[in-house]
């Protein structure tokens, strides 16, 4: 059984960065695809950006594309969220993810999940 952990989440004004990380114990996770998904205040959860297993190839939501930056250190068994430009609008808990999904951005073909990590950009 594999557990994550969020962190790196905090308030920002927008404009400003923010790196999450997301680390896993339990079992490797370099074979398996991870995931970013926020969910905002009255809203359902959302995907944000997936990065495959071996080969690290990366997906994004529109809504983040050229801001967001996912990556993964298969060596310290973390995947992180490198975020730029923030909008007030980017406003949500993330929540990390592990698995392997036919469609990166349905949430309920991932494995395990995080507790999430509360961003908050005022504007």
């Known amino acids: 059984q594999v557990q994550l952990e969020e962190s790196g989440g905090g308030l920002v004004q927008a404009g400003d960065s923010l790196r999450l990380s997301c680390a896993a114990s339990?079992?490797?996770?370099?074979?398996?695809?991870m995931g970013w998904f926020r969910q905002a205040p009255g809203k359902e959860r959302e995907f944000v950006a997936a990065?495959?297993?071996?080969?690290?190839?990366?997906y994004y939501a529109d809504s983040v594309e050229g801001r967001f930056t996912i990556s993964r250190d298969n060596a310290k068994n973390t995947a992180y969220l490198q975020m730029i430009g923030l909008k007030p609008e980017d406003t949500a808990i993330y929540y990390c993810?592990?698995?392997?999904?036919?469609?990166?951005?349905?949430?309920?073909?991932?494995?395990?999940w995080g507790q999430g990590t509360q961003v908050t950009v005022s504007s």
């Open positions: 339990g079992r490797t996770i370099s074979g398996n695809h």
């Open positions: 993810t592990v698995g392997d999904p036919t469609y990166v951005n349905h949430a309920g073909e991932y494995d395990a």
């Open positions: 990065i495959s297993g071996p080969d690290a190839v990366t």
